[in-house]
Nanobody
């Protein structure tokens, strides 16, 4: 069993920055992708950013240019640097890790951006 442990959420004013961190409990498992999703109240969970073991990344259009995903597949870590935060970024952010046949999710960390 693999657990994903997130940290770094909190309350920030609009225009501020936060950095989310996520680490898998096992390093012996190989993921094809690791990323971040978010879910705001009353909305569906959506992809924020993902990085693939091949080296490429993908971002939601709403966060491009403001958020940066990074990490280390050897350490099974993934980070999300969030700059120029907006009130509409308020959501619970979930770390995810994916391998063929399995998807893993963190417990979520709350990010609240005040106007």
């Amino acid at each position: 069993q693999v657990q994903l442990v997130e940290s770094g959420g909190g309350l920030v004013q609009a225009g501020g920055s936060l950095r989310l961190s996520c680490e898998a409990s096992r390093r012996t498992i190989t993921f094809n992708a690791m990323g971040w999703h978010r879910q705001a109240p009353g909305k569906q969970r959506e992809l924020v950013a993902v990085r693939y073991s091949a080296g490429n990344t993908d971002y939601a259009r709403s966060v491009k240019g403001r958020f940066t995903i990074s990490g280390d597949f050897a350490e099974n870590t993934v980070y999300l640097q969030m700059n120029s935060l907006k009130p509409e970024d308020t959501a619970v952010y979930y770390c995810s890790a994916h391998k063929i046949g399995n998807d893993y999710w963190g417990q979520g960390t709350q990010v609240t951006v005040s106007s």
